[in-house]
């Protein structure tokens, strides 16, 4: 019987790949659950499938992913079926108004932020700081260098910019992005933004003319998109992405599929969205025409999130309607583990007190980062 006595089992490149500890336990670095991007393989689109004739900045189409856009061009956000092997959707930006030549503030991104307080396992601000990999397909007609911006933003946006190169057009492509720790940075433990991640994909030069920066340094707006990859120069250009994974260490694993319910439910911690709520109680708060409903939430809210939309309809006990229709304006009372309480205002026959029966069609709760 042979006996093999090692402290770790590394990888070509040198990294320990299995840690032995003095015990016999094995460390297997990032097993389990490890990718700090949410819906990164872009399955949940809430908010629907694709919209056209965006402008500007907003949420759009695939959860938990922002479009950045300040006067370049007008795009249609979607969720496309068009992805590599393993992955059966991607996100897709898609030009149908061009900006061939930007002006100095015009810019084009598309961005993930993530909640500081997932980001505490980096250490950073310490000795014991943690290097991570970024690793992702992209896909797009315009070839080229482009350039990534990550900002610390409890650090005054303190900015990494390395970039990528896109080599072949309409094909996908698989990129890996290491980021340095960084023993001097701060990520606060809240629920604001603690960790951001830029894809600059156009821009005029207040953006464009700086230096790529592959340490961490100093905000600067020139040095996010010194290498400008030009999606949007002309109609029809597009820039896809998916399979999006932030984990910490230097080499990128495969990506960590999770299932569709646990990436909604990951989701909807920011953004929820309900065609129509079951019935709930209701009260008169005390003021005429104004009554207190709780729409119970799938998941504790980052925040307390902005109402928007909605159709409501008010029943009292006997069944006599009190307010049927769209004059009503809210506001949020209170969040708790069970979900927002609402005060409804402008509602006709409510007095203080009264209890009725509400539902609510097609309304959303935002709080997103």
């Known amino acids: 019987m042979s006996t093999l006595r090692v402290n770790a089992i590394q990888n070509a490149s040198g990294t320990d790949a299995i840690s032995i500890g003095s015990d016999g336990s094995l460390s297997y670095p990032n097993i389990g659950r490890r990718n700090l991007i949410i819906n990164g393989a872009m399955q949940v689109a809430q908010r629907g499938t694709s919209e056209t004739g965006i402008t500007g900045t907003k949420y759009s189409s695939v959860d938990r992913f922002q479009i950045g856009l300040a006067t370049l061009g007008t795009w249609t956000a979607s969720q496309s079926s068009d992805a590599p092997n393993g992955f059966n959707v991607s996100a897709k ?15 084009l991104w598309f961005q993930q932020l993530i909640e500081a307080q997932d980001c ?8 014991d700081a943690k290097a991570l990999t970024l690793s992702f397909w992209v896909k797009s007609n315009v070839t080229g260098t482009a350039t990534l911006t990550i900002l610390q933003p409890d650090n005054s946006n303190k900015l990494l910019s390395p970039t990528y190169t896109i080599s072949s057009a309409d094909t996908w492509e698989y990129k890996t992005i290491s ?27 207040n953006y464009s003319s700086g230096t790529n920066r592959t340490s961490w340094a100093t905000y600067n707006a020139a040095d996010r998109n010194a290498s400008n990859l030009g999606v949007g120069g002309a109609t029809s250009d597009y820039f896809a992405i998916t399979g999006v994974q932030l984990e910490v260490g230097s080499v990128a694993t495969p990506f960590e599929h999770r299932s569709y319910g646990e990436e909604l439910a990951l989701c909807q911690r920011y953004y929820q969205e309900f065609g129509r709520t079951g019935y709930m109680s209701c009260r008169g708060n005390g003021t005429t025409a104004v009554a207190d409903a709780l729409i119970p939430t799938s998941t504790v809210l980052r925040t307390s999130p902005t109402i928007t939309g909605g159709t409501w309809y008010m029943t009292k006990g006997s069944g006599t309607t009190l307010y049927s229709g769209t004059g009503e304006t809210y506001s949020v009372n209170s969040t708790s583990s069970q979900g927002v309480v609402v005060d409804i205002n402008n509602i006709a026959n409510m007095t203080d007190n009264i209890v009725a029966v509400i539902q609510v069609l097609s309304v959303t709760l935002d709080a997103e980062l």
């Open 179 to 205: 980021i340095p720790a960084d023993t001097s940075g701060l990520i606060n433990n809240d629920n604001g933004a603690g960790f951001s991640i830029y894809w600059m994909l156009n821009s005029g030069t």
């Open 93 to 107: 930006l898609t030009c149908t108004t061009a900006d061939a030549s930007p002006a100095a503030g015009d810019v």
């Open 120 to 127: 505490q396992s980096l250490a950073y601000g310490t000795s």
